[in-house]
């Protein structure tokens, strides 16, 4: 085939794997960089730690990052967790609020909505709170362009492909290219 002798970011990403490109696009971007195995894992859900990580790197320098190391936010964020920077960091932002118990469920499974919901505030999208409250985010995530076409259901949990797609939609939005 013409593409036989493509070279991949990933063992398990080729021209067959859906959203090939945006995942190699967010790869190029150094917003991600897979597992340490060599493969992405475009099948696997994500939990609401990972999708802050990707999220605020697509938009926010290292070092504002970095500024939120050792921050307590969340009782169930250790300060010495991989990912308290970035939770922190959105928190501190105004870009997530987390539970009324005052915890943020970092390895649960993210929705639909809910990834929606810190991709728009994180690259300040304005929408309506509205009844439910994601309506008129889902509206506007959708006349822009941003929800991946298998994304049908705001209670679905998203997978790492979904999310590459998400973001570079987003991205590409921002950069007039979308």
Known sequence: SLFQNAVYAYSDVDDNTKYQKAIEFITDEKIVNGYSDGTYRP??????????????????????????????????????????????????????????????KPNQNISMVEALKIA?????????ESTPWYKDLV????????????????????????????????LKFNSGEL
């Open 139 to 170: 509206n506007v995530a959708s006349s822009n362009d941003f929800i991946p076409p298998d994304l049908h259901d705001v209670k679905q949990d998203v997978n790492r492909g979904q999310m590459a797609d998400m973001i570079t939609r987003i």
């Open 120 to 128: 728009m505030k994180t690259f300040n999208f304005s929408y309506n």
């Open 43 to 104: 099948n696997n859900y994500l939990n609401r730690a990972e999708l802050l990580k990707i999220i605020m790197e697509a938009r926010f320098s290292a070092e504002e990052i970095d500024k939120y190391l050792n921050y307590t936010c969340f009782d169930d964020v250790p300060t010495n967790e991989w990912y308290a920077k970035y939770i922190c960091g959105a928190k501190d932002l105004g870009i997530i609020q987390g539970y009324t118990d005052n915890t943020f």
